[in-house]
C-alpha cells in the first residue's frame, strides 16, 4: 500500500515509487509533471536532488537484492556439494544457475582431457546446436583455451571480431551454429592447475560487469571442489571395492591354504604308513568332493596324459573329468583322473598335481621294492632259455612265489625300441639285418636292464632301461616273466581263452610303446602250452619271436607286433617248422633249389647276379629301369641276366619259373635278415 506523503515535500513522490519498486524511467515523471506546472526553479531543483537520491536508493536495494539471489544460489549449491551424489547432477545445476543470475541465454562448462590432450564439452544449458554440444577443443585454441593457459577469467563483447585468442574452423564453426557472440569464461582452478572452463555468453552484444564475472567465478570454484570429491569418492570408492577384493582372496587363500595343508598332512600319513596309491586318490576324493581313480597307461586317455605330462600340469579331459599325469624321469607311470569337476579352482587343481606327484613317488618305492622281484622274475626266465632240462617241480615252485602258472598256455616275446627319428632299431633283440646270424638267441644280459650281448647293435642305454622297466611292470600286472636279453627285452606272458599270440603282440607293442613314448615293435612266438613241462620250447618260442621282430622290421612294419601267423607263406620261414625241422631246411631247400646256383656264383665269382634279379623283377622286367637302379649301364644289366639264364635254363622269365623265383628271392633276403 503506497505511503501517504504531503505533496509540499519534494522526496515524497519518489519514497513512493521506491516502495512499489518502480522501474527508473518511473522516476522522470515528478520531475516532468512539475516542470509541466510550471513549477518555481527551488521546487524543480528539489524534486532533482530526491529524484538522484531515490535512484541510488532503488541502485542499493537493487544490488541488494541480487547479492542475496547469488548469496542463495550459492548456498544451494555448497548444499548440493555436501550431499553429493551424483556428479552430472551437480554440474548442471551449477551451469543452470549462473545462466538464471547472470541472465544469459546459454551457459556452459569444459573439462580438460589430459590423455588425449584437449578439452571437450562436459555440460551446457540453454544449448541448441548439437555441434556446439559435441566441441572439443585443442589446448590454447578459442576463449576457453586463453582462459585455461592463463589461468585468469576473459570476457568477450563480440567473439568474432576479438583477435585476442587463436579462432579455428572447428571452434567458430560450433560458436556460429550456436549463434553466441558475447561470451565470459573463468578458469575451474584445482590448486594451481586449470582443470576445465566456465562460460557464459549471450547471442547478443553484451557488456559483462565484474560483479557478474566474480560471481561466475564462485561458480566456477563450486564447479573445481565438486569435481575433486567426485574424484576423491571415486578412488575412495575404488580403494575399498580393492581393499574388500583383497579381504576376500585373503579369506578364499586361508581356506584354500587350509585344505592344502590338511591334504599335505594326510598324504604324508598315507606315505609314512605304507599306503598306496589307491588310498591316495581316496584321500584326495574325499577332499576334493569328487571321484579320483588311479588309472594304467593304457587304461587313461593318451591325449590328456600326454598333454599333462609335457605341460606339468593336471588338464581337462571332455566337460567333467581332469587328468594329472603321474611321472618320473620322463617314464610314464599312469594317471589320477578326477571326475565330476567341470571347474576346478586352481589351488584344487594344485592339488590334484601334488596327489599325482606322492602318486609317482609311491609307485617309485613300489618299484624300487619290485625291482628285486623282478630280478627273480628274470633270472627265472634266464633259466628256462639257457637251461631247458631243470627240474619241472623247481621251476613251478619259484613261478608260484612269483604268482605265475607255467603250467597254462604262454607266449614268448621279444621286444625292441625304435630310435624316435628314422624308425631304425634302437634296441631290441633282431637287430639290424646281418645282426641276426652272429647273436646268439639264449645270450644273457648279464643282469643290466637292456644290456645287450656283443654282437647286438649300439643303443641308447636309457631307453634299454625303460623300455626294460616297462616290460616288468607288464609283466608283473600279468603274472608272466621278463627279462632283459640281446639288446633288448623278452617276455613269457600268459594267453587268456580266447587271446591269440598276433592280438597278444600287438597289444603288448602299443602298451610299451606308451610307457616309454617310442615306437616299440614286438614279435611273438607260437603259443607254449606249458613252459613248467616243455622249457625247451620257450628257447625254440624266443628264437622265433626274434625272427618275427626282424622280420616286422624288414617288411617296415616297426612299432608293430605280430606272429608267424600273421604273415601269411612267410610265416613258415618265421615259424622255423618247430615240429619237424626246427631249423629251416624245408623252405632252405627251396631256395636252394630255385635260386642256389645263382647265390652259388655270386658267392664264388663275387658277383651281384641275385641283386640284379631283384632289381629286374622290382622293375617289372625292364631291362632299362634295371639299369637305373643298379647305377650300370644297359649292356651290363643284359650280359648279368643271359649269365642267369645259363645258370637258371632258359625258361626262367616264363610266369611260372618267375612267380618261384621272385619267392625264392624274397625268402632268401628275408631268411638273411632273421638268421637263418
Known sequence: ???????????????????????????????????????????????????????????????????????????????????????????????????????????????????????????????????????????????????????????????????????????????????????????????SGVIGVLFAADRRARVFEREQTALLGSFAAHAAVAIDTAHLLAETRTALAELEAANEIIRDRSRVIERASEVHDRLTELVLRGGGVHDVADAVAEVLSGSVEFLEVDEASAAAVDRSRVDGHAVRDGEEDWVAAVSAGGELLGALVLRGHPRLDPMDQRTLERAAMVTSLLQLARRSAGEAEQRVRGELLDDLLDTPDREPRLLRERAARLRADLDTPHVVLAAGIEAPDTGTPAAGPGGTPGSGPGATPGSRSGGAPGGGSGSAPAEDAEGRRRLWSAASHLAVTRHGLAAARDGGTVLLLPLADGDTADALARRTARQLGTAVHAAVTVGASAPVPAPAARPGEVAAGYAEARRCLAALRVLGRAGQGAAAEDFGFLGLLLAGTRESAPDGTGVQDFVTRTVGAVIDYDERRGTELIRTLDAYFAGGMSPARTKDALHVHVNTVAQRLERVGRLLGPDWQSPARSLEIQLALRLHRLASAVGY
Not at 518502480?22 to 515523471?29: L, T
Not at 544469459?104 to 555441434?131: F, H, I, K, Q, W
Open 1 to 191: 500500500m503506497p505511503v501517504p506523503m504531503s505533496d509540499d515535500r519534494p522526496e515524497a513522490p519518489y519514497l513512493e515509487l521506491l516502495v512499489r519498486g518502480a522501474p527508473a524511467e518511473a522516476y522522470e515523471r515528478p520531475v516532468l509533471r512539475a516542470r509541466a506546472d510550471k513549477a518555481p526553479a527551488d521546487r524543480l531543483a528539489a524534486l532533482e536532488r530526491a529524484k538522484l537520491l531515490a535512484l541510488r536508493v532503488r541502485g542499493e536495494l537493487e544490488g541488494r537484492r541480487r547479492r542475496e539471489a547469488e548469496l542463495s544460489a550459492l548456498y544451494e549449491t555448497a548444499h548440493d556439494l555436501a550431499g553429493l551424489r551424483d556428479l552430472d547432477a551437480v554440474l548442471q545445476a551449477i551451469v543452470q544457475r549462473a545462466r538464471s543470475l547472470l541472465g544469459t541465454e546459454v551457459a556452459y562448462l569444459t573439462l580438460n582431457d589430459p590423455t588425449a590432450g584437449d578439452t571437450y564439452m562436459r555440460v551446457t544449458d540453454g544449448s541448441v546446436s548439437a555441434r556446439f554440444q559435441q566441441l572439443r577443443l585443442g589446448m590454447g585454441e578459442g576463449l576457453g583455451g586463453l582462459v585455461a593457459q592463463t589461468a585468469r577469467p576473459y570476457v568477450t563483447e563480440s567473439y568474432f571480431h576479438d583477435p585476442r585468442f587463436q579462432h579455428t574452423h572447428t571452434i567458430d564453426a560450433g560458436v556460429r551454429d550456436e549463434g553466441l557472440v558475447a561470451i565470459l569464461g573463468v578458469p575451474l582452478l584445482l590448486g
